[in-house]
């Protein structure tokens, strides 16, 4: 029914529909999770700690129905446990928005962290005014053992565990697993090996130790498995030369200028795989992290029959081919190395 609501900046009212006292909270809850969410990559890990936690504490008691086991807030209630309402796919939505909107883009810290060195984190402009605080030096270093990916990591992606494990006993959904894949998927393609380790790693034990088998479905294998296969190939690798040789001499009596403008592309794209892999060398630690869990997953009974027969061929197929893609990219480098100060070669 159309009511008559005030308008901000107007005079008098406007006859139209109110927006729904739902989407109202949220609209008030959401600046304050990004606010806190900003708190989470400061350059101090007490201040990334707390404002992590105190996010995570508004997004679990605010944002889930109340479980069967709490009892009423009223004083009148005498400790009696209040039925938990049947839950609604709004409920659920609105934690995947949060995952999407909030949580997830929390990981681009760890990028700031290998980008602006270690710890570190996007300080404010040089015209801000500060009152009390004053600017930090910038000759004040940060420890290693105090970066962003030692320190905070883990609590981000086991408080996101958490909620989606909560999710499942609550709301008898798997819609937050997709969710957290999503963030680990975005480890897994980090341009920092360190990061893609570390997410690979919490995917394994995701899977293996934090998810019942139950919601392990066959949509979310495939998930896994496309994850896993694509961290043993090599990104970039150039086609082998001889392909190349092979179409130029079979074009002899073409046009000559394609030839040579194949063999210079040939050529750039060698040179870009070999500086990219001199420039993000941490990344050659995934492939063998990433062989490591696929192997420890089909040689266990569980979870090779869980996953099926076809993803475990799909598995298998990849470890073969990511040992040939990775044998040839160690070729590649090994023909390319460069000598340093000492005359030692270096891929």
């Keep these: 029914k159309p009511i008559a609501h005030k308008v901000p900046g107007e005079t008098g009212a406007r006859v139209g529909y109110a927006p729904k006292p739902d989407s109202e909270e949220l609209e008030l809850w959401w600046p304050i999770l990004l606010g806190l969410s ?56 609105t934690l995947q928005l949060i995952f999407r909107g909030v949580l997830t883009p929390i990981l681009e810290y760890a990028e700031t962290d290998m980008t602006k060195g270690v710890g570190s984190a996007p300080l404010l402009s040089n015209d801000f005014e500060r009152f009390i605080t004053r600017k930090p030096s910038p000759a004040v270093t940060t420890d290693s053992k105090d970066s962003w990916i030692d320190t905070t990591f883990e609590h981000l992606m086991d408080g996101c565990v958490s909620m989606c494990l909560r999710s499942m006993d609550l709301y008898k959904s798997d819609a937050l697993v997709e969710e957290v894949l ?98 993000l060398s941490s990344r050659r630690y995934i492939g063998s992290c990433a062989t490591e869990i696929i192997g420890s997953l089909l040689s266990n009974n569980t979870y090779s029959q869980c996953m099926g027969l076809g993803w475990y061929l799909f598995l298998t197929t990849g470890l073969g081919n990511g040992i040939y893609e990775w044998e040839a990219a160690a070729k590649i480098m090994d023909s390319h190395a460069e000598l340093d100060q000492n005359g030692s070669s270096h891929p």
């Design 182 to 279: 999503a963030m680990l998927n975005s480890c897994l393609i980090s341009d920092s090996g360190a990061l893609a380790v570390l997410g690979l790693r919490k995917l394994h034990q995701f899977i293996t130790e934090e998810i019942s088998k139950e919601f392990l479905s066959d949509d979310t294998w495939a998930t896994v498995c496309h994850m896993l296969r694509r961290c043993l190939s090599v990104r970039g690798l150039p086609p082998p030369t001889s392909n190349v040789a092979t179409e130029t001499k079979g074009n002899n009596s073409g046009n000559e200028d394609e030839e040579i403008e194949k063999r210079r592309e040939a050529k750039i794209m060698m040179d870009e795989f070999v500086l990219e892999e001199r420039v």
């Design 38 to 93: 900003r708190t989470v990559g400061d350059r101090r890990q007490s201040v990334r700690i707390k404002g992590l936690v105190t996010m995570l504490g508004v997004i679990n008691q605010h944002f889930f129905a109340n479980s069967p086991t709490e009892p009423k807030n009223d004083e009148d209630s005498d400790d009696e446990m209040e039925p938990t309402t049947s839950p609604q796919h709004g409920d659920l939505q």
